[in-house]
């Protein structure tokens, strides 16, 4: 096992994760389930704890709907999505669910971001399987308007909620969502950390 060192963090299972130079053999699909089960979003100001884990099924299961109404029937394009989606905040299991607004104000922040996703895809085995990446950001932003509207007791636009040094954002408005893709985003959920994990044991069994 790899010993401390300069910038490392302790995990859940044991191990020492050095988060400015991250290691594929030091990323343990069971570290990320709890700790993206623990994590609240939206910086834990909704009206719940609701997982950053409970978020990337939910985000999954979008993301797989919007690509059937997309026509893609392909049963391990479909399951690459699936994947894709799963793990597209996994790097927050080593970090924090940063508030998207500040991120652009710390500086190396998001290259640490990428860093760190860059061992967790390389250690999944998932290196250049990244094709279906739109439907995972169209999912992405979806899940982001139904939580905010879901969560919040007074919400927002969506529009309202984000910027950058330059200003606003621009934001889709979601002004029919498909039905079968916001049944597949609102499924209820149980378990989430477990959910998570038996999903990343699928992608690589230990």
């Not at 030091?26 to 704890?49: M, P, Y």
């Not at 399987?129 to 982001?144: E, F, H, I, T």
């Not at 927002?156 to 985003?185: C, H, M, N, Q």
Request: aromatic residues 10%; glycine residues 6%.
């Amino acid at each position: 096992m790899v010993s401390r060192g300069p910038g490392s963090i302790y995990t859940f299972t044991g191990r020492w994760f050095f988060p400015i130079n991250p290691k594929p053999a030091d990323v343990d699909v069971e570290d990320i389930a709890h700790a993206l089960s623990l994590k609240c979003r939206w910086t834990g100001q909704c009206s719940k704890l609701y997982s950053v884990a409970e978020h990337s099924i939910r985000v999954s299961n979008a993301a797989v709907a919007f690509a059937v109404l997309d026509g893609v029937r392909d049963v391990k394009a479909l399951n690459n999505i699936r994947v894709q989606a799963l793990i597209h905040d996994a790097h927050e299991a080593y970090l924090a669910d940063l508030a998207s607004p500040i991120k652009d104000f710390i500086p190396n922040w998001r290259e640490i971001e990428d860093r760190i996703q860059d061992a967790i895809v390389e250690h999944l085995g998932l290196t250049g399987s990244n094709s279906g990446q739109p439907y995972v950001k169209q999912a992405d932003m979806l899940l982001a308007w139904l939580e905010h509207r879901d969560l919040f007791a007074n919400p927002r636009p969506i529009d309202e909620l984000y910027y950058d040094r330059g200003g606003k954002r621009p934001w889709p408005s979601f002004p029919s969502i498909p039905a079968t893709v916001e049944a597949a985003a609102q499924m209820p959920y149980d378990n989430p950390r477990g959910r998570l994990l038996a999903a990343l044991k699928l992608i690589r069994p230990t």
